[in-house]
């Protein structure tokens, strides 16, 4: 239902919502809300991924009868990826100025 509304793809829209998880943070992060908001992001995104795939679930066996698993999996890695990219980019960082 949420992608009928959205102008993009039901792929696009796990990444988005990762990215947006990962705004949050960063900026709960700057308001001095959050000690570590890359870590906190991946958390929220994987528990964010995990319920939409729950829906997900409902919906293959109200309409499948049987659930795509592997199109779950995938749902929830797109969503968890842009913080983990971050995460790897920003731990990166630190190791260059060493």
Known sequence: ???SVLPMQHNT???F???LIV???LVAWKFGKLRRPLIVAG???LAA???MEVLDLRDDLAWLGYWRWDASLADVLRTVAVPVVVLVLWSG???LKR
Do not use: D, P
């Open 1 to 3: 239902q949420i992608v």
């Open 13 to 15: 829209v796990h990444f």
């Open 17 to 19: 919502i990762g990215l």
């Open 23 to 25: 705004l949050f943070a």
């Open 43 to 45: 958390w929220g995104s």
């Open 49 to 51: 991924g995990v319920l």
């Open 93 to 95: 960082r630190g190791m």
